[in-house]
């Protein structure tokens, strides 16, 4: 049994990064106080760095992902920090960094040991492609860490069957899910992805989403969404397959959803489930087969 921690997060002005790195060190200690061994942030929870820009800078789309690139090194010292000293995993949510003149939407992870590696979004949404200029990434990952073989897909990425299902054939039995919708219309996408995912590929799925709004940032100005955790409906499992989900609303602060999960009985459905979508998946299936 595993005790997970996604974060509703509520995004704050914090206008400098003292501000910030005590934000985020009073934020990770209320999780590890309730047992969490894993704590997830939302996507682009690093941009909220831009805070400490001035206030021409982080109003302005281009230039906060700019503005902040100086102090993507201390806040990734600052998170892998927090992992060592506590023991955890974490992954601190997404953010933009820029690699050979271009901008990606990153999410590093941390463990006890250090830095595990990062993976970057692949499929960006129209505004990140249309508005804010920042390109997909390449390839995806499964994490060894100390509580089992985990992936990440970034927000709309867990709308993409295929992308969950390079991770499942990795071996991979959890899927952090960090995201930033402005919409109801958007969280539920993401959130359906998330239960088709874990459907599927009888895997869980945990969520974090950013909530609240922020009208000094044109980014992050208004953010809907629920923390949750997802497993197939099967044997052994809710018959909704929500484990758990944070309160409804738009709170102005941030809370976490502790949930606990016992990956062996979501691996036992891989062999004594009501049905084996992971198994039957077909992996040469005949388009002829269509065919009316």
Not at 172 to 200: K, M, N, W
Request: proline content about 6%; glycine content about 8%.
């Amino acid at each position: 049994m595993i005790r997970l921690a996604a974060c509703q997060y509520a995004i704050e002005l914090h206008e400098s990064f003292d501000a910030y790195a005590c934000h985020l060190e009073r934020l990770c200690r209320d999780a590890v106080e309730q047992g969490a061994q894993l704590l997830l942030l939302p996507e682009y929870a690093g941009l909220v760095l831009s805070g400490a820009l001035d206030s021409v800078q982080r109003s302005d789309l281009l230039c906060s992902i700019e503005g902040i690139q100086a102090l993507v090194e201390p806040w990734f010292e600052l998170c892998q920090g927090l992992a060592r000293q506590w023991g955890v995993v974490l992954q601190p949510g997404s953010i933009p960094i820029r690699k050979a003149g271009e901008f990606r939407n990153r999410a590093w992870l941390f463990g006890p040991d250090g830095c595990l590696g990062y993976q970057d979004k692949l499929i960006m949404t129209r505004f990140e492609r249309e508005n804010w200029c920042i390109q997909g990434g390449t390839g995806l990952r499964a994490f060894d860490t100390p509580l089992g073989r985990l992936g990440i897909l970034i927000c709309y990425d867990s709308e993409f069957p295929m992308l969950a299902r390079k991770l499942a054939e990795q071996g991979v039995d959890l899927i952090l899910v960090p995201s930033c919708t402005d919409t109801e219309a958007g969280y539920h996408r993401v959130r359906i992805g998330c239960q088709a995912r874990a459907l599927e590929n009888q895997l869980a799925v945990l969520q974090s989403p950013t909530v609240g709004l922020a009208p000094w940032s044109p980014a992050l100005d208004e953010n809907h969404g629920r923390a949750g955790l997802f497993v197939p409906p099967d044997y052994g499992m809710p018959s909704d397959g929500v484990v758990a989900l944070s309160a409804d609303g738009c709170p102005c602060d941030s809370r976490w959803l502790i949930s606990d999960l016992d990956l062996d009985a979501v691996r036992r459905v891989h062999q004594q489930g009501q049905v084996f979508t992971r198994r039957d998946w077909p992996e040469q299936f005949d388009p002829s087969r269509l065919a009316l």
